[in-house]
């Protein structure tokens, strides 16, 4: 069975810094794209990373760039999310997602692990 | 990166067929096959109804089926369960970044 399982989401200062990880099992991690949606609370799903499968290329939306970093970790299946210069508007559950299809849609989701950004 | 336009709710007695639109741009929707639809509930991660527009991956129902024409794309829901009683996002790939992703502002599907 494919699964993914995120962890390290905590409650954060405003400007502070966070690493969420996903750990990858039964699928042959190194061959998948590896993105990282989340959803504030009430709110609807938004996509916020991506990277390749050697790690080479990372995507991200405008509004995480220059604060939010996408690695990997072939050798350990694993997918980070580094999270610095932290906002009140990026507490959401965090998803790690990918695609077993071949294709852009994600088939295989984790949780989710939770960040809040709150003094 | 605006999220796609989508009904905030929709509303139908089991047994009906209803029909989420999901409205973009020459940019998303209408640049390619990319298009696919999530249904998810309460305190439950996404799980993947469509893909490539009205590809279905194994598993998920035959009453769910997905098209496009021009800039918006569509799920049909047909047969309403309660089970179906959720949220549900579109997804499509946009070009307005380089291969980067944008969800629907999703619709909560209420079986009355």
């Known amino acids: 069975e494919v699964q993914l399982v995120e962890s390290g989401g905590d409650l954060v200062q405003p400007g502070g810094s966070l690493r969420l990880s996903c750990a990858a099992s039964?699928?042959?991690?190194?061959?998948?794209?590896m993105t990282w949606v989340r959803q504030a609370p009430g709110k609807g799903l938004e996509w916020v990373a991506n990277?390749?499968?050697?790690?080479?290329?990372?995507h991200s939306v405008d509004s995480v760039k220059g604060r939010f970093t996408t690695s990997r970790d072939n050798a350990e299946n694993s997918v980070f999310l580094q999270m610095t210069g932290l906002r009140a508007e990026d507490t959401a559950v965090y998803f790690c997602a990918t695609s077993t299809t071949g294709t852009s849609a994600m088939d295989v989701w984790g949780h989710g692990t939770t960040v809040t950004v709150s003094s | 990166q605006s999220a796609l336009t989508q009904p905030a709710s929709v509303s139908g007695s089991p047994g009906q067929s209803i029909t989420i639109s999901c409205s973009g741009t020459s940019s998303d929707v209408g640049a390619s096959n990319y298009v696919s639809w999530y249904q998810q509930h309460p305190g439950r991660a996404p799980k993947l109804l469509i893909y490539?527009?009205?590809d279905r991956p194994s598993g998920v129902s035959y009453r769910f089926s997905g098209s496009k024409s021009g800039n918006t794309a569509y799920l049909t829901i047909s047969g309403l369960l309660a089970e179906d009683d959720a949220d549900y996002y579109c997804?499509?790939?946009?070009?307005?970044?380089?291969?980067?992703?944008?969800f629907g502002s999703g619709t909560k599907v209420t079986v009355l």
């Open positions: 039964g699928l042959t991690f190194r061959n998948h794209w």
């Open positions: 990277i390749n499968q050697d790690g080479s290329i990372q």
């Open positions: 997804y499509s790939y946009t070009t307005i970044s380089v291969s980067t992703y944008v």
């Open positions: 490539e527009v009205s």
